[in-house]
Antibody
Framework: EVQLVESGGGLVQSGGSLRLSCAAS????????MHWVRQAPGKGLEYVSAISSNGGSTYYANFVKGRFTISRDNSENTLYLQMGSLRAEDMAVYYC????????????WGQGTLVTVSS | QSVLTQPPSVSAAPGQKITISCSGS????????VSWYQQLPGTAPKLLIY???KRPSGIPDRFSGSKSGTSATLGITGLQTGDEADYYCGTWDSSLSAVFGGGTKLTVL
């Protein structure tokens, strides 16, 4: 069974940093592109970042470029999102999601981890 | 302001049929597959439809998808109270970013 379990969320002051993790199991993690998608309280889904299966290519939405870093450890089956210079507008539930190998969609999502930014 | 446009809400009685529209442009829907996600209250999104009309294993055929030009539609027949959720369309744009609609809240009266 495919499982994605996020952790690392919490309360952080504006300007602070946080590292999110997403532990994957039930599939060959190193074969899949992985993503972070966020959802502010009461709002819709917003695409944050992506990383290729071997970690060699990354993508960032403009609003996090230069502040967030996506990475992965294929030996530990774990995806990361290092978040820095956090702002109030970064407050959201952060989901990790998997793309299947044959098409562009998000076929499995984690349960999410909440990041709260205080001013 | 979401890139894709969905109606904020839709409602119908149990057993009825609804459709949810998703409007985009040539830079996103017009040149990419559309997916639909269901988000039950307090849970993570779940893939309902991919490649415009395909259903993952385990998704009942009460759920259907279609696409024409720069718009897509999700259909749900035989509405059940358990279908009450937020529904999001999603696709990709020319900058390799995923884009989503603002979500549609389905109420089963």
């Amino acid at each position: 069974e495919v499982q994605l379990v996020e952790s690392g969320g919490g309360l952080v002051q504006s300007g602070g940093s946080l590292r999110l993790s997403c532990a994957a199991s039930g599939f060959t993690f190193s074969n899949y592109v992985m993503h972070w998608v966020r959802q502010a309280p009461g709002k819709g889904l917003e695409y944050v970042s992506a990383i290729s299966s071997n970690g060699g290519s990354t993508y960032y939405a403009n609003f996090v470029k230069g502040r967030f870093t996506i990475s992965r450890d294929n030996s530990e089956n774990t995806l990361y999102l290092q978040m820095g210079s956090l702002r109030a507008e970064d407050m959201a539930v952060y989901y990790c999601a998997r793309s299947p190998r044959t098409t562009r969609t998000f076929d499995y999502w984690g349960q999410g981890t909440l990041v709260t930014v205080s001013s | 302001q979401s890139v894709l446009t969905q109606p904020p809400s839709v409602s119908a009685a149990p057993g009825q049929k609804i459709t949810i529209s998703c409007s985009g442009s040539n830079s996103n829907i017009g040149n990419n597959y559309v997916s639909w996600y269901q988000q039950l209250p307090g849970t993570a999104p779940k893939l309902l439809i991919y490649e415009n009309k395909k259903r993952p294993s385990g998704i009942p055929d009460r759920f259907s998808g279609s696409k024409s030009g720069t718009s897509a539609t999700l259909g749900i027949t035989g509405l059940q109270t358990g279908d009450e959720a937020d529904y999001y369309c999603g696709t990709w744009d020319s900058s390799l970013s995923a884009v989503f609609g603002g979500g549609t809240k389905l109420t089963v009266l």
